[in-house]
Antibody, heavy 122, light 111 residues
């Protein structure tokens, strides 16, 4: 069973940028789409977009277009999510999650990373 | 405010059956058989419990089942156990600008 291991908690000031990593434990990294999601305190889950680790192609939810970018390094089976111009509204737990089916985009997330807690505060 | 509507909390006793609802629109739940359910114990990674409305991933007990009628999806847990106490989220593919929408989650308390 693949595991996704994310980078540790971050504290950022408003206006700063954030980069979160997500490392897959097995060699199937390039076979599955990878999604990023977040959950703000007391809120539900919010989908941010996906990256195809094989091609590097990506797509973003409307709310995040222009402020978020997804990249990957296939040599170390790691995906990255970078978000710019942070505000307090970006305080959340950020998750990476693999799409369920091999080489298909199903928007069904399994498994998930353990989450990265991000606090944006002055 | 979440796109899909879930009750905030549900409770039940061990051994009982309980059903969660997830109400969307003709643009999401009603349009596609792409409803998923996730179990989330606070501080842990969410876990997929049901996909494509009614399918269980391997390893998920058959006490968990899913269904859909029109714009409302449902998750049923039969034979409730203490370890089932968690938050449950539904999601669906959507024709909106946000391709995936979630419910606000239902907190299950096992009495």
């Amino acid at each position: 069973q693949v595991q996704l291991v994310q980078s540790g908690a971050e504290v950022k000031t408003p206006g700063a940028s954030l980069k979160v990593s997500c490392k897959a434990s097995r060699d199937t990294f390039t076979g599955y789409y990878l999604h990023w999601l977040r959950q703000a305190p007391g809120q539900g889950l919010e989908w941010m977009g996906w990256i195809n680790p094989k091609s590097g192609g990506s797509d973003y939810a409307h709310n995040f277009m222009g402020r978020v970018s997804f990249t990957r390094d296939t040599s170390i089976s790691t995906a990255y999510m970078e978000i710019n111009s942070l505000t307090s509204d970006d305080t959340a737990v950020y998750y990476c999650a693999r799409d369920r089916d091999y080489q298909l985009l199903r928007f069904c997330f399994d498994p998930w990373g353990q989450g990265t807690r991000v606090t944006v505060s002055s | 405010q979440s796109a899909l509507t879930q009750p905030a909390s549900v409770s039940g006793s061990p051994g009982q059956s309980i059903t969660f609802s997830c109400t969307g629109t003709y643009s999401d739940v009603g349009a596609y058989n792409s409803v998923s359910w996730y179990q989330h114990h606070p501080g842990k990674a969410p876990k997929l419990m049901i996909y494509e409305v009614s399918n269980r991933p391997s390893g998920v007990p058959d006490r968990f089942s899913g269904s859909k009628s029109a714009n409302t999806a449902s998750l049923t847990i039969s034979g409730l156990q203490a370890e089932d106490e968690a938050n449950y989220y539904c999601s669906s593919y959507s024709t909106s600008t946000t391709l995936v929408v979630f419910g606000g989650g239902t907190k299950l308390t096992v009495l």
